[in-house]
């Protein structure tokens, strides 16, 4: 069965970075794109943008340019979101969701979430 | 950027209630909308894509509907396990825009 497992949470400082993993199961994470949602407290679910396994390319939501690097590793069916220069108001849960088909912006399958909090 | 508005906010409803969330794009999407339910401290479920098509192992109570720029959820007969938060998503831009969300209480 399809799994996606995320790393731990993070409590991180203003100004800090930090990388969150999502290690695929099930399925070969080069057949399908990984997208990266987040949501702050409260609010609603808010998308980031995605990485193709295969080819390794990216395409971020404008919120993010700049800010967020996408990146995989194939060889241990893992996908990394990197975040730079939080902010208070980036403390949130983020997500890694399968992009159910190529190309899609749905997601037929979630990881659990890791939970940022960005404090000083 | 496309803008999705649902409503309402908040619903009341008892097990046994036909309920009904409504979605609203700011442009066309088609029918490239999804559906998604969520519970406190889980990730979002996928229910429905491509507005009306009912995604494996969920059950025939959630159907959806609509095209361009209004859609609905529809729960047929609302159960114990219902009661959550329901979101729409667009997925026609390069992008996928979220609602706000539409919490269904008992």
Same mark, same amino acid.
């Given at each position: 069965q399809v799994q996606l497992v995320q790393s731990g949470a993070e409590v991180t400082k203003p100004g800090a970075s930090v990388k969150v993993s999502c290690t695929a199961s099930g399925?070969? *994470?080069? /057949?399908y794109y990984m997208h990266w949602v987040r949501q702050a407290p409260g609010q609603r679910l808010e998308w980031m943008g995605w990485i193709n396994p295969n080819n390794g390319a990216t395409h971020y939501a404008q919120t993010f340019q700049g800010r967020v690097t996408m990146t995989r590793d194939t060889s241990i069916s893992t996908a990394y979101m990197e975040l730079r220069g *939080?902010?208070? /108001? /980036?403390?949130a849960v983020y997500y890694c969701a399968r992009g159910? *088909?190529?190309?899609?912006? &749905? &997601?037929d399958y979630w990881g659990q979430g890791t939970l940022v909090t960005v404090s000083s | 950027d496309i803008q999705m508005t649902q409503s309402p906010s908040t619903l009341s409803a008892f097990v046994g209630d036909r309920v009904t969330i409504t979605c609203r794009a700011s442009?066309? #999407?088609?029918?490239?909308l999804a559906w998604y339910q969520q519970k406190p401290g889980k990730a979002p479920k996928l229910l #429905?894509?491509?507005?009306?098509s009912l995604q494996s192992g969920v059950p025939s109570r959630f159907s959806g509907s609509g095209s361009g720029t209004e859609f609905t959820l529809t729960i047929s007969s609302l159960q114990p396990d219902d009661f959550a938060t329901y979101y729409c998503q667009q997925y026609n831009a390069y992008s996928g825009a979220f609602g706000q969300g539409t919490k269904v209480e008992i």
């Open positions: 399925y070969t *994470l080069a /057949d *939080l902010r208070s /108001d /980036d403390t159910a *088909l190529i190309g899609s912006y &749905f &997601f | 442009q066309s #999407i088609s029918t490239l #429905i894509y491509k507005a009306s």
